[in-house]
């Protein structure tokens, strides 16, 4: 029995990361961590080469930046990094994410804030969308519980600077996000707002035709939710 | 140069030897004191700005509202300050900047500039940035008023003490972060602890300020 507590302690943590149970900063399903700094991209993305990938959307490094590293179980094999300007100037959260996929050389740059604003249809922006399906191309398999969906989806938010995002429940009478051809949606809102607030809501549509194929993003939007008065 | 309000003769805080035009008392009242009363105002439009049609609307749709007269004459009325107001038609971010405080610690001089695309919903803003309630916005004039009133909240911000001392020690992070980014690269620079606890208290800092400037500018501007 002594024996096989690691293995137990070692499947609850990755339970917990899979779930979103693991507090602090970590969101699980797409999990920011403080250092990035000993990311093979960061360097990558440091030397010359990758500043060239840079330098068309304005971003330099010699400017200061934070970096964050995202994981998460659904981007196993893949670096993903988000940058956030830093600076001592009021209104400014420029901010983009990096991804790169296993065994491909192809840096996706996905600028998600500039100054004090989003960047427009930073949610349905094709390369975006292209961008995390290439990720979700590397799965060995797609989601299967409403957990795993949620996993998914959330993964695109943090992605997207929205690390606070909160899966919304499904209606009543619903089994799960899926339908029976495999069309998938998934609800969020920006997770910050009070019961009886107005709130950003965020819709993910998401193809899984064939459960051991990896699933992809079809369309995302979102729309400002105003509750009715009562 | 004796500004009007003076009791007895001191320098003009606004006044820049480099530019003349500083040197120009009627440029409160836009270059043209005949069109505008505001014998004593302190909130300065920048002389560019008397003929723009979308920064006058702007303003106008903020001083509608109740509270935002309040803010605005508390400002405007304020001998001490000189709040200069300037416009960037194509910007992504406004910009409440240039602090200076006197010896004592008050301020006396800021610059905002407002830019033209945060004044359009079609552009959005995130709750995580800062902007809980500017996020939720859906009408493009109450976003204008609530930019100009989310801009002055970091003006009245400035003039308390814990502001001043934030926002200097911010601007001293940034110099800091700044010179150890263009020395080093980003890599090394971030492995260093000091450029880490930097950018950490400036992100913090500035979270805190927009925050605060989200909640303050919807009780100017939002329902009451």
Redesign the interface.
Known sequence: MRKQRPYTLLLLLLTMVAHGQTGGLSTADGKTT?S??GSPL??E??KSAGAEILKPYGYD???????TKIESPWAAGANLLRF?K????????TAFSVIKVSGSSYIWVIPT??????V?H?ESDPHNIAAFNALLGTLAKGPSSSADWNAVGKLYMVLL????AEPMKPGPGSSGPCDPDGECTLAFA?G??GPK????KWTLTLSAPNRSRPCRLVEAS?E?I?PPVP | MTPDWAAKPTTVPYAKFGNPQSLNLYTYVLNNPLRFVDADGHIIDDSSLADNKKYQKWKKEYLSHDAAKAQWNALNDNKNITVHMGWDNK???????GYQWDKSGSLTSVNVTL?G??GDV???????????HG????DSALRQAYVMA??FA?VEYAQTPSGRDS?EQ??K??DF??Q???EL???P???RSDV?QA??R??DA?HE??TG?DQRAWEVVGPQ
């Open positions: 403080a990035c700094v960061l360097a993305l440091s490094f010699h400017e200061p930046w934070s970096c956030q830093v600076s001592a100037q009021s209104d400014e959260a804030e500039t100054g004090m604003l989003e427009p930073v600077g929205h690390k606070a920006d910050l707002h607030e107005p709130y950003t979102k400002v105003t | 910007g992504t971010s406004s910009v409440t900047g830019a695309k945060t079609s552009n959005s803003m995130s709750a995580e940035s800062g902007y809980k996020s939720t916005i859906t989310h801009e970091h926002l911010s601007q992070d940034a972060t700044s150890k980014f263009k690269g980003m890599q620079a971030l492995q880490q950018n950490q400036l992100l500035s300020r927009e400037a």
